[in-house]
């Protein structure tokens, strides 16, 4: 069994939940306190902590992308970075290698190592695959994935394509929600080349570039807004 609504449109998946449809998941505990993170470079950025408690204007930017604060607390945290010189704040969203993609109202960068991201333990069971990791927060929002039955993996970049391949060795099946553009469909294919029986399933989100694009213009054109 996978985790999708299978035959509805993603209109019909959000219409189906209610106005507070995150509050189903599970969240992690809630940790108000700060984490040393190991300083990290990439052009010139470096973390140098790590917190769960994620401000309201963090949470707010991922708000207004669909994104509930359940979801946003089980996956994610505030990382605090320097760049430039200066101090800055984000969201930070942890990769198999300890870094950090990083993104805010105002950036979108990343953390050294580059890496894919897997959530759940190597098992044999459904995976599902994602290019970003908001495309894979906006699949937990509206419960198409879930831990119990699926596994995923995030790119992160489609220049860790091989890598991910790699983490898909345990699959029962494979589903695909990577972009819809050239860069996404090549990735899909690379996919399939070696996993056959892989699926496309950009087309759940058609005419939207991506999954998130795709939630956040039904949440932002619909009643269901809690």
């Not at 470079?41 to 991922?62: E, F, N, P």
């Not at 695909?176 to 087309?203: H, M, T, W």
Request: hydrophobic fraction near 35%.
């Amino acid at each position: 069994y996978l985790a999708i609504y299978s035959g509805s449109t993603i209109r019909d998946a959000l219409i189906g939940l209610s106005s507070d449809f995150g509050q189903y998941l599970s969240s992690s505990p809630f940790h108000p306190h700060r984490q040393q993170a190991s300083t990290s470079y990439i052009g010139g950025l470096s973390v140098v902590a790590v917190r769960h408690d994620i401000c309201r204007k963090l949470q707010g930017y991922a708000y207004g992308r669909g994104i509930r604060r359940e979801v946003l607390r089980q996956y994610c945290t505030e990382v605090e970075y320097i760049n430039a010189g200066r101090y800055w704040y984000s969201l930070g969203f942890k990769n198999d290698k300890g870094g950090y993609e990083i993104r805010s109202h105002s950036f979108k960068g990343c953390s050294a190592p580059k890496s894919i991201t897997s959530v759940g333990v190597p098992r044999a069971c459904p995976y599902l695959v994602f290019e970003g990791f908001f495309d894979f927060l906006s699949a937990v929002q509206l419960g198409w994935f879930r831990p119990e039955v699926n596994n995923a993996v995030i790119l992160n970049s489609t220049s860790m394509i091989e890598e991910g391949i790699a983490a898909l060795r345990c699959a029962t099946r494979i589903v695909c929600f990577l972009d819809n553009d050239a860069s996404g469909k090549a990735s899909f294919q690379r996919i399939a080349d070696v996993y056959p029986a892989a699926e496309d399933y950009s087309f759940s989100f058609l005419p939207a570039k991506d999954l998130n694009e795709r939630l956040t213009y039904l949440m932002n054109n619909s009643k269901i807004r809690g």
